[in-house]
């Protein structure tokens, strides 16, 4: 059973940074497509990125230069960095493979 938990959400001053972790189990993120989701209120989920077992990355538009996806193959965890944060990029961040995804972690960005 795939079972993905992500953790470091919390709140964020505008302009600052955020940094996500996603432990897995039930899988191998180093042999799969892993990416990051979110979904901020009202809305629905939105891509943020993913990260191929060649390490390879690839990130949407609306996050490009402010976001780093990466992974810790001795950890089996992925983890998201999204920089220049604003009040928009508040939302609840998930780990995702396929349809399988967490239960995310909040972000708050507010002064």
């Known amino acids: ?3 993905l938990v992500e953790s470091g959400g919390g709140l964020v001053q505008p ?7 996603c ?4 899988l191998i993120v180093s042999r799969s497509y892993m990416n990051w989701r979110r979904q901020r209120p009202g809305k629905g989920l939105e ?11 690839n990130y949407a538009d609306s ?8 992974r810790d193959n001795a950890k089996n ?7 220049g944060l604003t009040t928009e990029d508040t939302a609840m ?3 995702t493979k396929g349809d399988a995804r967490g239960q995310g972690t909040q972000v708050t960005v507010s002064s």
């Open 1 to 3: 059973e795939v079972q």
């Open 15 to 21: 302009g600052g940074s955020l940094r996500l972790s």
């Open 23 to 26: 432990a897995a189990s039930g």
């Open 47 to 57: 891509w943020l990125g993913g990260i191929w077992p060649d390490g390879s990355t």
């Open 63 to 70: 996050v490009k230069g402010r976001i780093i996806i990466a």
């Open 77 to 83: 965890t992925l983890s998201l960095q999204l920089n």
């Open 93 to 95: 961040y998930y780990c």
